[in-house]
């Protein structure tokens, strides 16, 4: 329980910051509460409204609230938003410019980071499986962390101002740009950075091969079978080029496509 659930509204209408997370009976913030700058609502699990009329709010957690389908778009003063794993989460409104840090990893229905919120220094899209890209616009980050999102397939170039980017296990992904600082992208096997040290990668193609011979054909067809293996194999371009080429097939001896072919 908290305020919101125990008080009269007309009790709470001068605070400036107001805490309710964790509550488990808040189902909506009064829209009376206009004076907030600062709100923590985070892991509410009956929360389904933030109303559109705390315009004056800077900061807002919603974080982990399985009810919350939307962020209102007039909340225009945001610096900061913490809105990650709210799984009916089913946009980040494009009038929130003023964003200085955005948290929204974990969120399956976010199919897209807004190209407006160029203030942004700090972003968490993380395990956003619908999410296709990361806009060039956003020349002002610092901080990126796009791991495990499956349909990425390049941080862009412009982001010039990129310390560390967190990348790993985003199996599509096949460009980041060569100026961040700290580059973590453990698990990504078709970056260039990552192709020169191909033989290195021989282990895990064996390894996934004793897979296949054992039965475990799922694994197998998930990793080996991607556009993006048989691109990176078959690119003119690939470091290694026919030697490495042959040396997979080397390796890989008995293992022919008409045989991938009998896992489906
Ligand atoms: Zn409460």
Redesign the pocket.
């Known amino acids: 329980?908290?305020?919101?659930?125990?008080e009269p509204v007309a009790d709470l209408l001068d605070l400036t910051e107001f805490n309710?997370h964790c509550?488990?009976?808040?189902v909506a913030i009064p829209p009376e509460l206009v004076n907030l700058r600062v709100l923590w609502c985070y892991n509410c699990p009956q929360l389904v409204f933030i109303p559109d009329t705390l315009v004056n709010l800077v900061r807002l957690d919603c974080t982990l609230c399985p009810l919350l389908a939307s962020i209102p778009s007039t909340l225009v003063n945001l610096t900061r938003l913490g809105c990650s794993r709210c799984p009916l989460l089913a946009s980040i409104p494009d009038a929130l410019v003023r964003l200085i840090k955005l948290d929204c990893h974990g969120c399956p229905l976010v199919a897209s980071i807004p190209g407006t919120l160029v203030q942004l220094d700090n972003l968490s899209c993380s395990a956003c499986p619908l999410l296709v890209s990361i806009p060039p616009t956003l020349v002002r980050l610092a901080i990126l962390d796009c791991a495990h999102c499956p349909l990425i397939t390049s941080i862009p170039s412009t982001l010039v101002h990129l310390d560390a980017v967190y990348c790993g296990f985003c199996p599509l992904l096949t460009s980041v740009p060569n100026h961040a600082v700290e580059l973590f992208c453990y698990g990504c096997p078709w970056l260039p950075q990552n192709h020169a040290a191909f033989p290195a990668h021989l282990p895990s193609l064996l390894r996934l091969q004793r897979w296949f011979r054992h039965g475990k054909k799922q694994v197998f067809k998930r990793v080996v079978r991607t556009r993006a293996f048989i691109e990176f194999i078959y690119d003119p371009a690939q470091i290694g080029g026919k030697a490495v080429k042959r040396q997979l097939e080397a390796e890989l001896g008995a293992m022919r496509p008409e045989k991938m072919q009998k896992t489906d």
């Open positions: 329980m908290c305020r919101i659930c125990t309710c509550c488990p009976d808040v």
